[in-house]
């Protein structure tokens, strides 16, 4: 496991590109944030966090699956990163962070992703914006 990076990962150098090319700015892996957030858009209050669907456990997905040996390790570390992804998701909306989680099996679908992070996008600049708001 000390192999497995944990940044510049190729579904987050991916996504990047994507918002790149959106005309997005952003910083990546803050420290200061809880969970650290792969990216950071600091102007638009939004994190993304780009998920491995094997070690984050994306639910129905045929990456996630669990090894055959030593199960109760397994169980026990995929419990723990659902649960870390669980409180530092809540704690960054809890202060007023936009959360986008990515999920590494949508990357397989390009044209999509983009389309889904467009929606995403939009939804935030139409909360953000006083002239859609309802008194």
Request: proline fraction near 7%.
């Amino acid at each position: 496991m000390s192999r497995i990076k944990s940044g510049d990962t190729k579904p987050e150098i991916a996504v990047r590109s994507i918002l790149h090319k959106l005309g997005y700015r952003f910083r990546l892996h803050d420290r200061s944030l809880p969970g650290r957030p792969d990216i950071v858009l600091k102007r638009h209050r939004v994190v993304v966090f780009v998920h491995g669907c094997f070690w984050h456990r994306h639910r129905g997905c045929p990456f996630a699956y669990t090894p055959k040996s030593n199960v109760p390790f397994w169980t026990a570390k995929f419990t723990d990163n659902v649960a870390r992804d669980q409180v530092s998701t809540r704690q960054l909306r809890r202060d007023g962070w936009r959360v986008l989680v990515v999920w590494e099996c949508r990357l397989r679908h390009p044209s999509r992703l983009r389309s889904d992070i467009q929606r995403f996008f939009r939804s935030v600049k139409s909360a953000q914006d006083p002239r859609t708001s309802q008194p």
